[in-house]
């Protein structure tokens, strides 16, 4: 038995270098999805640090621990795995009088202050080219030994006394240098700092920050700490005992108390990798398969020759078989090293879209070792076919030279119908949610039904050629009739595309982007606020309105055309030193008896799903506070809610009948009035007795404006003051402008409201002060860039899969191309005949890729929504959104690019040849 599997190796290796090219072309074909899942595989082992890695790169490698006074009385630390920290209260709130870690570690620890929130702390002003920015600007010691092992210095030395130390990001955003000046606000004046150093914190690559030893003068309340000794639980314990919070490395590994949402996130995040290795393991085994069929039909002669001197149909199929496992490993090999070099080169491009530094370089040898023997073992899968072909070959044909175009089998297409028919019969009959493995099933049925179609929808494409020019019209009618080799080659661009389709679907619909884009609902293109320190009303009012003139006369030199509307806070004062708070109070009919409650059991949470007032998101479920915001005008409100047209103008005519709006609809009663419940605080935070309820009319406006907002127009303000509460008015105005606001009219706009007198970084108590701010801090487009790189990345993939499965059909069809020249037909139509068979595969194989593509993420998200559905708190689930980017890229430009390389380097002349006898 050895002797017969080394001779069908010897004739396999014999075979694969004495057709270098299409052995070549063959392992490529295999090794383009292996060189992607290496390449990923490698960048997110490297970026996903583990929790002690991570804490490392929080708080350095000479401190012990990061330490934050939270608390003036004991607590309960919950979690240590992440900077934030969840924690608890005790039941002893005996104040503990420590304010610092010192009093409480052993003889010989240090301290140093410092904050783990170094990119989003202490912002300050600096003077720009454009005007005034403002950045967060610490000021501990970088001298400090603690500090230093957190940073990396990129260029330059440690910052003395008046000297400055920038992050990269700034200095690329505001284009400093060593040695340049920068101008930072101090009190009431500018003071330059020389910039000594450029640094980075490996968490914060991406985000501007300075750091100018003694800059901020406050009581410190967090540190890094050293200890003589290893840092132990008994030291975190009476850290806590304190009312100190303790993050660091040596205690990273502690079990923590995941909440509600990181149990569902772990739960999908593991459904959807289970997914996502069969899918790709799919889609190599549907991509290598026609590699082998269509190497197989060029090897018939050999074969034959085989057969005519005794070697049997299991022979034969031995020999194709070690083949495929050979090119399976020559793939392996190949593909996993262009990966983790592909990785290696481009790590710092993907740290920077992380936005951290990887800790190390990992190349993940288990993963690696796991996806060889894939790629053997689906080179012996994608063989399989072949070897059957191969094993039943017509000796007499193959020997003297005849082509058997052979018929189409029917029970091919037919299977395939069957097997998409069962992959629907499972999705409606509900056997997706029984989990990955059921779900992967379902989608190897639909695309391998797909897949054994496309004989048959090939066939029926041909027929349209009478009606094309000569070119195209001979491409299709010999795809037609060499169904055997278009086929494969079809359904290996049909993978690759319908892979890149599910993954970007995936991604443009996952629930933390529909999150974000639903609580976005400010409309304005920027607002500002206007604050006043006085303690009198009158005076407040007088400073304010002084404020609001200024800014107003000269915004029209900024900005063009601004048309500004109030968007006020309101800020309620009942009596002296007494505030109070509105609280909407949900009548009694319309309350979910389930909401408040934490750590609901499963049975819970399927009852309350089943029961209709139960609405409650994992946005809005621990939401216990309301903000009241006045209206004075319809602009306002259109830019608060986004509404236009007839429903901007009947909520308005609502509103200015003293009706307010609210986003729940089941805050209001049977008579259209929602009740507000008044609590009383002192001015030290504990709760008065005496509550108050008011009932006004309401309306609901649902998802356009955010769920705690209620939007209040002056007819409630009127009845409220009336009625003796002392309302105070946090001025806030949304402005509308035809100019374009970037980062260099922000900046502008701070100049002159510092210009005016009334930074909100002055220290001043005779006037108001202007602070100017986005509507909303819009992240970057993070969608976008994941689209466009899973486009790009699939594009280059798909493209190579074009070229090599037309190189395989275009070798087959050589002789069909000698003929052609040999009745007279001249080079260009052989190149372009070359062309369009590129283009028939290209095409066919991207539109059935898009539809499998589509059809696999229905499969998807129908499976994870179910899993999404029985969970309470409802959580967003999956939208059905098209990339329309994608698809433009792959139905247009993936085959004109195809079509383009292929005629460019076919080719034109091509010698006539006798039959011969190799």
Request: aromatic residues 6%; glycine residues 6%.
């Amino acid at each position: 038995m050895l002797t017969r599997i080394r001779l069908s190796y010897r004739l396999a290796w014999r075979d694969i270098k004495h057709n270098l090219g299409r052995s070549i072309l063959a392992a490529v074909l295999l090794a383009l999805p292996i060189i992607g899942v290496s390449y990923g595989a490698t960048v997110y082992s490297s970026l996903e640090s583990s929790d002690t890695d991570r804490a490392h790169q929080h708080v350095g490698h000479e401190a012990d621990a990061y330490v934050h006074l939270v608390s003036e009385s004991p607590l309960e630390q919950k979690s240590f795995d992440s900077q934030y920290i969840h924690w608890e209260t005790t039941s002893d709130e005996t104040p503990s009088g420590i304010t610092h870690p010192l009093d409480v570690l052993p003889a010989g620890a240090s301290a140093t202050p410092f904050s783990i929130n170094v990119a989003y702390s202490n912002l300050s002003n600096i003077e720009t080219t454009d005007g005034v920015a403002t950045v967060p600007i610490s000021g501990f010691d970088m001298n400090d030994p603690l500090i230093k092992g957190v940073f990396t210095y990129r260029d330059g030395k440690t910052p003395a006394s008046g000297e400055a130390a920038i992050s990269t990001a700034m200095a690329s955003s505001f284009d400093l240098k060593v040695g340049d000046e920068l101008s930072v606000m101090d009190d009431t004046d500018f003071v330059l700092h020389r910039v000594a150093a450029i640094v980075e914190h490996p968490r914060h690559i991406n985000d501007t920050f300075a750091v100018i030893p003694g800059h901020t003068e406050h009581e410190a309340t967090s540190w890094l700490v050293s200890l003589p000794s290893d840092l132990t639980r008994s030291h975190v314990e009476d850290l806590n005992a304190a009312g100190m919070t303790v993050y660091a490395p040596s205690m990273a590994h502690l079990p923590s108390e995941a909440s509600m949402m990181d149990s569902s996130s772990s739960n999908e995040a593991i459904s959807v990798l289970a997914l996502l290795v069969g899918i790709i393991i799919l889609q190599i085994v549907l991509l290598a398969g026609p590699a082998f069929a269509i190497s197989a039909k060029r090897r018939m002669r050999d074969f034959a020759m085989l057969s005519a001197n005794g070697a049997t149909p299991g022979q034969i199929r031995n020999v194709v078989l070690s083949g495929g496992i050979a090119l399976g490993a020559l793939a392996a090999i190949g593909g996993i090293a262009l990966g983790v070099g592909l990785a290696a080169v481009t790590m710092p491009l993907a740290e920077m879209i992380a936005g951290h530094r990887a800790s190390s370089f990992s190349a993940w040898p288990t993963f690696h070792i796991v996806v060889a023997l894939v790629a053997v073992g689906t080179g012996l899968l994608a063989s399989l076919v072949a070897a059957h072909s191969a094993a039943k070959v017509d000796v007499v044909a193959a020997l003297t030279g005849r082509r058997s175009l052979g018929k189409a089998r029917k029970r091919w297409p037919i299977i395939g119908l069957i097997l998409i028919g069962l992959a629907v019969a499972f999705i409606v009959l509900g056997a997706l949610k029984q989990g990955p493995a059921v779900v992967l099933a379902v989608v190897a049925l639909f695309q391998i039904g797909l897949v054994l179609c496309t004989s048959i929808i090939i066939a029926g494409i041909s027929k349209l050629g009478s009606r094309l020019s000569l070119a195209p019209r001979i491409a299709l009618r010999d795809a037609g009739r060499n169904r055997s080799a278009t086929a494969p080659a079809v359904a290996a661009v049909m993978a690759v595309v319908a892979a890149g389709i599910a993954i970007t679907m995936y991604a443009l619909t996952f629930p933390g982007y529909t999150d974000f884009r639903a609580s976005q609902t400010h409309h304005a293109d920027f607002e500002y606020s206007i604050y006043s320190s006085a303690a009198e009303p009158e005076l407040e009012t007088e400073q304010t309105s002084q404020a609001q003139t200024d800014f107003v006369a000269g915004l029209d030199e900024y900005v063009a055309g601004p048309s500004i509307h109030p968007i006020h806070l309101i800020n309620c004062l009942s009596e002296d030193d007494v505030h109070c708070d509105f609280d909407i109070k949900r009548p009694e009919a319309n309350v979910c008896p389930y909401d408040g409650q934490r750590d609901l059991s499963q049975e819970d949470q399927l009852a309350a799903l089943d029961h209709p007032l139960c609405v409650a998101t994992l946005y809005t479920y621990f939401l216990d506070y309301t903000s009241l915001r006045y209206v004075e005008d319809k602009e306002g409100l259109s830019a608060l809610s986004g509404l236009a047209g007839d429903e901007l103008d009947s909520t308005w005519s609502a509103m200015e009948a003293g009706a307010v709006a609210v986003p729940d609809e089941l805050d209001i009663d049977a008579d259209g009035n929602v009740t507000f419940s008044v609590d009383r605080y002192q001015e030290h935070g504990d709760k008065a007795d005496s509550i108050d309820e008011i009932s006004v009319r309401a309306i609901a406006l649902g998802d356009a404006i955010e769920y705690h907002q209620v939007l209040v127009p002056s007819a409630m303000i009127e009845e409220l003051t009336s009625d003796g509460f002392q309302l105070r008015l946090h001025q806030q105005f949304a402005v509308f402008t035809d100019t374009e606001i970037d980062d260099s009219v922000r900046q502008a706009l701070n100049s002159y409201v510092m210009n005016l007198g009334y930074s909100s970084f002055d220290d001043v108590a005779d006037r108001a002060t202007i602070s100017v701010h986005p509507a909303y801090d819009a992240p970057l487009d993070e969608e976008l860039i994941i689209m466009w790189a899973i486009a790009i990345i699939t594009l280059i993939v798909a493209l190579g899969a074009t070229l090599v499965a037309t190189g395989l059909v275009a070798a087959e069809s050589r002789r069909d191309l000698r003929t052609l020249g040999a009745v007279g037909a001249t080079p260009g139509l052989r190149r372009k005949l070359s062309l369009w068979q590129a283009g028939v595969i290209s095409i066919l194989g991207s539109i059935l890729g898009v539809v499998a593509g589509v059809g696999i993420f229905a499969v998807i998200i129908a499976a994870l929504n179910r899993n999404i559905r029985t969970a309470y708190p409802i959580e967003t689930t999956h939208d059905f959104a098209m990339p329309w980017l994608f698809l433009v890229l792959a139905l247009i430009v993936l085959p004109i690019m195809a079509m383009l390389i292929t005629g460019t380097f076919t080719r034109s002349r091509l010698p006539s040849e006798e039959r011969r006898a190799d």
